[in-house]
Structure formats: structure tokens, C-alpha cells
């Protein structure tokens, strides 16, 4: 009864503060949720392979990437928009996601995780070598107009085509949880992640769904790739930072929670635009980020202790 | 035995058939002479060390291809100094004490330049310099290093070049006023300095505020804050200094925004790829040294620009190129006048260097705050128009007449 009175008093004061910001600044919860979008749609599929297959892919962002500079020579060579060139650019990552799978992770998946790290740190150094190779490290930057789309609320003017990532990152959410509870593969998977061995003699072929979880997340962050085009410029350097942020929004959020990370992003993404509002604390983001993982991380352990 | 002779004369002849094919390649400078070694460092996986290298090694092609220096080749040989101050100076050791080359060109970043000082200082060979802006770097060689020929201008070189500028813009175009400056700068350590810099020299003359933001580089990329805090402060010119990856996101979301300052200005090291072809780059202006532009009022630019062209089939995308190219006839033209590579003589000739080069001025070296020899000691203010970099400033270089204000965005 407590429990549930304490709740619903912190539930009250979070939607108190959050009306207090929109009222006082509204930018901060616009542009705060825009970014908590970008967060949690790249940091998704990274969980989904956390969660299932256990090992942490360094070469996350680089597969976003590459996914990038395929969306690009597409789009300039057939003229066409990337959210259509999204299918055909998610499938050939999955495809690659698929044989980087079998040719590499799967060999060490019964290997000591450093080695596990420091085979997937060599692939992302691979593919960022690679994409310097064929395309230099000069920028690349495709404009479309509807980048630009604008809302005028009074004085206040704000771009509104961020919260497209807002609707991916909700719609991967609504994906994934179909598919691991209503899909055999999905049923499998979820199987799989909870105890392979146990998956494995119920008959479930762990190493096949293993592939499968690791082709569907590199599809899904192929997928996020082609878009990532349209809102950023991109260069062979351009997915390693989101490598790191993903791995804490996951890190905070729990292994395993994918709508956590969601709400990891959202809180990391309105801390960061509430401290970008003031003038004196705007060049403190990145120090948020650290503290709120600390202090999510450490709140965890203490709670586990007293449990 | 016949089998034998036969195998020789098929080896005497294929010798004979590679050694006409070498003199061929070789050009018209004497085989037997040693060719004259250049050494040079550049970051090759940067466009700017990649063009700067690409750009050189024309311009020795050239000169071969014209008979060479003192009836010897010149012979380029490039390390990459893969942006490390560590590498930088690996580099210079083996360029002198491994390569022996006769002299040293390139450089682009400052903080390479500050790793490679005390080795340059080592050898006391004669250094050519491309890159490094930081008066750090002028601080660390010393009044001393004669031997170090500064190509590119000090950052306080360039600062002053903007202040002169757009004083000088405002007297000849009555309609461009300039009043208040806003700087959006990149929160690392180039755009800290950028900030320090232009407050110290635009912060009397003007009312100038600005804001930091993480560059798309690093992982950032949302210039929402820091366009909000422009925005309110109403600024006639709007300056913004991080990278290439921060140009075209950037002005997206100043449209989203609705925010329209009578100048909107970039100072990035480079520009996207076909930035020009993006139609919200039209009247953009920044800071440069050369632009293809150039091309209209200088014989100079047109011949390094057909010469790249034709050689590699890609427009030269920053002025790193123009300036490389530069360097290797500045030292050449100064190998001819000395008679010899001797260090001593060498120094004395580049000293009394007049050289039209493809920057659209000449080049001739005097002394800056700290060191003797201070070649380009200006920048350029350009403007995209029509999907082309103009010259809207120095005019003796304009290609263009300024576009004034920066149009609201439709």
C-alpha cells in the first residue's frame, strides 16, 4: 500500500516537473525528446543483441555506418529518398549482419569476453578503415526539405522532423515485443537469451537464433542508417560515439529491457536540453550522461543489496 | 647451348626495353644525376593531407617534366603522419635520417607541428610549412629557427585578416552594418580558442556573445541550443566554428528554426562534399584561402587547377592543395636561385622569395610576432553563390560583390 502510494507520489511529481518545463522552456522537452528518439533507436538494436546472443558488439555504430554510405550511393545513383531505400539498405545489412555472425562472432562466442570485445573493437576499426579507404574522410550530406519542416507556436519556431525518430523508436519497441512474444522465432529467441542451454534441449537450434537475433538487430540498425542520412552528415568516424552512448542507455536502462531504453534515452535526452537552457551549464551534457548512468547504476546496486 | 643464348638475348633485350621505358617515365632531367629529395608529412587519411600530398606531387611532376631542378629530379617522399604529434615526429627522423632528403615540406594540424618541433630543431633542416595556425607552434620554434618557412597564416594572422575585412566591407557596401556578433563554436579545443580569439578581437569594436556546441564530429550534432541562444540574441552576423560535418546539419535546423541573421557565416577547416549543391549553402559565407573561383583573376590558380584536373580527376576541395603545390615550387624556384641544397644557401634564397602563387597573391616571406620567415599572413572572405565559393574580400582577389543580407528562409 506504501509502495503504491510512493509510486503514485513520484509518478505526480514527474509529470508536476514535466509540466513546469514545458510551461517554462518548452524547447527543452521538444528537443529533449527528439534527441531521446535518435538515442534509443540506435541503442535498440544493440540491446536486442546485449539480450539475447550476450555479447556486447563494439561494431554496432560502424554497422550504422556503412549502412550510411550504402543509403548514400543509392540514393545519389537512383535518385531516391532514403526512407524508401531503407528496405532494400536494411536487408543487405542483415545479410552482412548475418555472415559477420557466422564467420566471426560465432567462433567466439564460447570465448572469454575480452576476447569477445576485442574481436568486435577490430571490426568496427575494420569497417572505419575501410569506409576511409573508399570514401576519405571528407563529409557527406544529402539535403532534403523536409529536414527543415518547421512548427510556429507564437514567437517560438522549432524543427519538427526529429520526432520521426521518436516514432521509430516507439514503433521498434511495439516491433520487437510482437516478435519475441507472438512469433515462434521471437518464442525462441527470447528462449535462447533466458538460458541457451536450456533452449537448446527443448530442441531449439541456439546457434541458428543466435544468427537470426544478430541479422535482425544489424538490419534494424542498417534500417536506422539509411534515415540517420537524412537528419546528419556522415563520415567513416560517424557511428563510433553512438557505439558508446547505446551501450550505456542499455547499461542503464538493464540488460534484457528493451522499453528501459527507451526511457533511459528520454531522461538522458531532456537532462542534457534542460542543462543546454542555461547559459552557464550548456557545455555540461556530456558530464549528465556519466552522472545519470552512475547514479542509475549505483541506486541498482544498492536496491539489489537491501532486496 | 643455342637454348642458352637464346634466354640471354631475351633477357638483354627486355633490360634494354625496361631501361628505355624508365628514361621515358624519368622525363628530360639527366639519369645519372641523384634526384633532389623532398620530404613531407601530411594526414593521409584527411582530405586536407590527402590533397595537400596529391597537389605536391603534381607540382613535382611538372617540374621534371620541364627538366628538373639543376638538371636533377626532384624526388617527393610523403609519411603519413596519421594526425599524431607522435607519428609527426617518427616521420621527420626518418624523412632526414633514413630517406636523407634534402628538405621539408606539409604539416597541417597544430598539434602534429608542436610533436615534430624538437626533432625539426634536431636536424635544422629547411622546413616548408603548409599547416599549423597556433601561435603555439610559433612559440615552440623560436626566433631562432631560420630554417622554418611558415606558409599558412598564424591564427592571430587570421583573425586579424577577418577584423580588416569586414571593417573594409562595410566602408565599400554602405548597406552591410555590422553591429552585433554572435560565435556558435564547437566545444573542443579549436572552438574554445576560436571563441578566445575573435572575443579578444571583435569585443571592443562590436557586441559579441556566443555559445558552445558538441560537433557532429564527436557524436553530437543538435545545434538546437545554441541556435535558440543566437536567435534571442539577434545577431547581424552569425559565425559558427566546428567541422565540415556540422555545415549543412546546421542550417537545417537554423531553418526549422526560422532563424535569419544578416550574415551566416561557417569557418570550418573543410566543406562537405558538394556542399555547393545543396540549396540552403546559397549566400553562406566563410573564411578561406582559395576557392576554384580564384581560377577567373589568377593565371597561377587556373594552371594548378587544369594541372589537378587533369592529373586525378577530382576538384581540389580545400586550399591545403593550392597551398602543398605551392610549397614545392617555392622550394624549387629557391633550389635553382641558391645553385645548391645546401641548408645555408637555401635559407637565403627562400628569404628573398616573390613567387605568384595560385592563392590569387604572391608570396614572400617576412617576419610574423616570433619567427623570420611568415609567408600568407591573410585570409580570404567568400560567399557561396550559385553553388560556387566567391571572393567577396581581399578585392584586389574578389570574384563577387557580397550578397547582403542573408535571404529568410522560404
Given at each position: 500500500m506504501a509502495n503504491k502510494r510512493n509510486a503514485a507520489i513520484f509518478a505526480a511529481l514527474i509529470v508536476a516537473a514535466v509540466a513546469g518545463i514545458l510551461v517554462w522552456r518548452p524547447t527543452v522537452i521538444i528537443y529533449g525528446l527528439q534527441a531521446a528518439g535518435l538515442y534509443a533507436s540506435i541503442a535498440?538494436?544493440?540491446?536486442?543483441?546485449?539480450?539475447?546472443?550476450?555479447?556486447?558488439?563494439?561494431?554496432?555504430?560502424?554497422?550504422?555506418?556503412?549502412?550510411?554510405?550504402?543509403?548514400?550511393?543509392?540514393?545519389?545513383?537512383?535518385?531516391?529518398?532514403?526512407?524508401?531505400?531503407?528496405?532494400?539498405?536494411?536487408?543487405?545489412?542483415?545479410?552482412?549482419?548475418?555472415?559477420?555472425?557466422?564467420?566471426?562472432?560465432?567462433?567466439?562466442?564460447?570465448?572469454?569476453?575480452?576476447?569477445?570485445?576485442?574481436?568486435?573493437?577490430?571490426?568496427?576499426?575494420?569497417?572505419?578503415?575501410?569506409?576511409?579507404?573508399?570514401f576519405t574522410s571528407q563529409t557527406r550530406k544529402m539535403s532534403f526539405g523536409y529536414v527543415s519542416a518547421s512548427l510556429s507556436i507564437g514567437e517560438l519556431s522549432f524543427g519538427v522532423y526529429n520526432f520521426v525518430f521518436v516514432a521509430i523508436a516507439v514503433l521498434m519497441v511495439i516491433g520487437l515485443r510482437l516478435f519475441l512474444t507472438r512469433t515462434t522465432a521471437g518464442k525462441a529467441a527470447l528462449a535462447v537469451g533466458q538460458n541457451p542451454k536450456g533452449a537448446a534441449i527443448v530442441g531449439i537450434d541456439v546457434d541458428k537464433t543466435y544468427g537470426l537475433v544478430f541479422a535482425l538487430a544489424t538490419g534494424m540498425v542498417g534500417m536506422m542508417g539509411a534515415i540517420f542520412i537524412t537528419r546528419s552528415s556522415i563520415f567513416p568516424a560517424v557511428g563510433s560515439p553512438f557505439t558508446?552512448?547505446?551501450?550505456?542507455?542499455?547499461?542503464?536502462?538493464?540488460?534484457?529491457?528493451?522499453?528501459?531504453?527507451?526511457?533511459?534515452?528520454?531522461?538522458?535526452?531532456?537532462?542534457?536540453?534542460?542543462?543546454?537552457?542555461?547559459?552557464?551549464?550548456?557545455?555540461?551534457?556530456?558530464?549528465?550522461?556519466?552522472?545519470?548512468?552512475?547514479?542509475?547504476?549505483?541506486?541498482?546496486?544498492?536496491?539489489?543489496?537491501?532486496? | 647451348m643455342k637454348k642458352a643464348l637464346l634466354v640471354i638475348m631475351i633477357i638483354a633485350l627486355a633490360v634494354s626495353a625496361f631501361a628505355m621505358g624508365a628514361k621515358e617515365a624519368t622525363g628530360t632531367a639527366p639519369a645519372g644525376a641523384a634526384p633532389i629529395k623532398i620530404g613531407a608529412t601530411w594526414p593521409l587519411a584527411d582530405i586536407t593531407g590527402k590533397q595537400g600530398s596529391m597537389a605536391a606531387q603534381q607540382a613535382v611532376d611538372e617540374i621534371n617534366a620541364a627538366g628538373g631542378v639543376l638538371g636533377r629530379k626532384l624526388e617527393l617522399i610523403v609519411v603519413d603522419d596519421e594526425l599524431k604529434a607522435d607519428k609527426g615526429a617518427a616521420a621527420i627522423e626518418k624523412l632526414v635520417t633514413v630517406d636523407n632528403v634534402d628538405l621539408l615540406i606539409g604539416g597541417m594540424a597544430s598539434g602534429v607541428a608542436l610533436g615534430q618541433i624538437p626533432v625539426m630543431k634536431k636536424y635544422a633542416k629547411v622546413v616548408i610549412s603548409t599547416g599549423a595556425a597556433s601561435y603555439k607552434v610559433e612559440e615552440g620554434l623560436g626566433a631562432e629557427a631560420d630554417w622554418y618557412f611558415h606558409l599558412h597564416p598564424w591564427d592571430y594572422n587570421q583573425g586579424q585578416s577577418y577584423a580588416d575585412g569586414w571593417e573594409a566591407i562595410q566602408k565599400k557596401f554602405g548597406n552591410v552594418k555590422i553591429q552585433k556578433i554572435f560565435l556558435a563554436y564547437e566545444e573542443g579545443a579549436f572552438g574554445k580558442a576560436s571563441f578566445d580569439a575573435s572575443k579578444t578581437l571583435f569585443g571592443g569594436r562590436y557586441t559579441f556573445d556566443g555559445a558552445p556546441f558538441k560537433s557532429a564530429a564527436f557524436g553530437g550534432g543538435d545545434y538546437a541550443s545554441v541556435l535558440e541562444a543566437a536567435k534571442k540574441y539577434g545577431p547581424d552576423l552569425f559565425l559558427w566554428a566546428g567541422y565540415d560535418a556540422d555545415a549543412l546539419p546546421m542550417l537545417e535546423q537554423a531553418k526549422a528554426m526560422k532563424f535569419n541573421p544578416g550574415i551566416y557565416l561557417g569557418a570550418p577547416p573543410g566543406w562537405p562534399a558538394d556542399f555547393g549543391k545543396s540549396p540552403l549553402a546559397e549566400n553562406v559565407m566563410l573564411y578561406g584561402m582559395w576557392a576554384p573561383s580564384i581560377n577567373g583573376v589568377s593565371p597561377a590558380s587556373k594552371k594548378f587547377y587544369d594541372g589537378f584536373m587533369a592529373k586525378y580527376n577530382t576538384e581540389p576541395a580545400t586550399y591545403f592543395a593550392p597551398l602543398s603545390y605551392s610549397a614545392v615550387y617555392i622550394a624549387a624556384d629557391a633550389i635553382k636561385r641558391a645553385g645548391s641544397t645546401d641548408t645555408a644557401a637555401l635559407i637565403k634564397a627562400l628569404a628573398a622569395t616573390n613567387y605568384a602563387s595560385p592563392l590569387g597573391q604572391t608570396i614572400t616571406f617576412t617576419p610574423s610576432n616570433i619567427i623570420k620567415h611568415q609567408g600568407v599572413k591573410n585570409q580570404k572572405i567568400l560567399q557561396w553563390q550559385k553553388g560556387r565559393q566567391e571572393v567577396i574580400w581581399p578585392f584586389e582577389s574578389a570574384t563577387a560583390a557580397p550578397v547582403y543580407p542573408f535571404p529568410a528562409w522560404k
Open positions: 535498440i538494436p544493440m540491446g536486442l543483441i546485449l539480450g539475447i546472443v550476450h555479447i556486447v558488439n563494439l561494431a554496432h555504430g560502424e554497422f550504422m555506418m556503412v549502412a550510411a554510405y550504402l543509403t548514400y550511393m543509392v540514393c545519389t545513383a537512383l535518385g531516391i529518398d532514403p526512407f524508401v531505400a531503407m528496405i532494400p539498405v536494411a536487408l543487405v545489412t542483415a545479410l552482412v549482419g548475418f555472415i559477420v555472425y557466422k564467420l566471426t562472432i560465432r567462433q567466439a562466442l564460447k570465448a572469454p569476453e575480452l576476447n569477445q570485445l576485442i574481436l568486435t573493437f577490430g571490426l568496427a576499426i575494420s569497417l572505419t578503415q575501410l569506409a576511409n579507404l573508399l558508446m552512448k547505446s551501450f550505456c542507455l542499455i547499461a542503464m536502462a538493464g540488460i534484457g529491457n528493451i522499453p528501459g531504453i527507451l526511457g533511459a534515452s528520454v531522461l538522458l535526452g531532456i537532462s542534457e536540453n534542460f542543462l543546454k537552457a542555461f547559459r552557464e551549464t550548456r557545455g555540461w551534457a556530456d558530464i549528465v550522461f556519466f552522472v545519470l548512468i552512475i547514479t542509475v547504476i549505483l541506486g541498482r546496486s544498492i536496491k539489489g543489496k537491501k532486496a | -
